[in-house]
């Protein structure tokens, strides 16, 4: 029934690894840069808060296509600088994840904010210091679960690459599907269900494993 799908395997292969590393670049920058922005628009003062919002409406308020079409065709031709449409994929990703990755850690910052900065200041630690030494790392052990749903949407995301010209695992079924499509698609998506689930099952289990018993973040 799948003997196609083995005769294509390489090509199928080529299509998982690119929608993996895309998702994993884009998920790890996502999260450095939300972090960044959180801690703008927390404490950057108006401007910075607001330069900041338009960014995030932006990134969330138009479709992802749209994003790589704008760095794979307008941002090029208005810089008269030739961009590799892997350099956008990438960029396009993690930029996109950022937006949505910010919402989910100010979230989690704001809810052990006010009681850890006090204690963290009274044992003379500064702002800064507190931050990065108390506030963060409660907030990304609160923040798991929402960031694994932005992983699981990102993963799924990958399907709109075709739109400039990248081959991901959808774009591989659409090339090898002939006139097998229901074995193709039924293939494709049990891939995709398999490494959503490794990735998320893993996740859960760091979550119990580092979860702050009695404080959780809702999303």
């Known amino acids: ?8 395997s390489q090509l199928i292969l080529e299509g998982f690894l690119l929608t993996v590393g895309i998702t994993l670049f884009g998920i790890f920058l996502g999260l450095t840069l939300g972090i960044l922005l959180t801690i703008g628009d927390l ?18 308020g138009s479709p992802l296509v749209v994003q790589l079409l704008i760095g794979r065709y ?4 208005v810089l008269h600088i030739p961009i590799d449409p892997y350099i956008v994929a990438f960029l ?18 704001e809810t052990v904010f006010d009681d850890q900065m006090m204690a963290g ?9 507190t931050i990065y030494h108390v506030i963060l790392p409660q ?8 960031w694994t749903n932005e992983f699981c949407s990102l993963t799924k995301s990958t399907a709109v690459l075709s739109y400039v010209g990248l081959m991901d695992l959808t774009g591989a079924g659409r090339t090898v599907m002939e006139y097998r ?26 979550y119990e494993k580092k979860k702050i018993p009695g404080i959780e973040l809702s999303v």
């Open 1 to 8: 029934m799948f003997e196609f799908i083995f005769q294509n």
């Open 43 to 60: 404490y950057g003062g108006k401007a910075v808060s607001a330069v900041i919002r338009v960014y995030v409406e932006f990134f969330r």
């Open 74 to 77: 307008f941002v090029p031709d």
């Open 92 to 109: 396009v990703f993690g930029l996109n994840s950022a937006a949505y990755q910010k919402g989910y850690i100010k979230g989690a910052v």
């Open 121 to 129: 200041l009274s044992t003379g630690m500064s702002k800064a210091q």
């Open 139 to 146: 907030a990304l052990r609160i923040v798991i679960p929402p």
């Open 181 to 206: 499509v229901i074995e193709t698609w039924i293939f494709i998506g049990i891939v995709y269900l398999a490494w959503i689930t490794a990735f998320t099952k893993v996740a859960d289990i760091i």
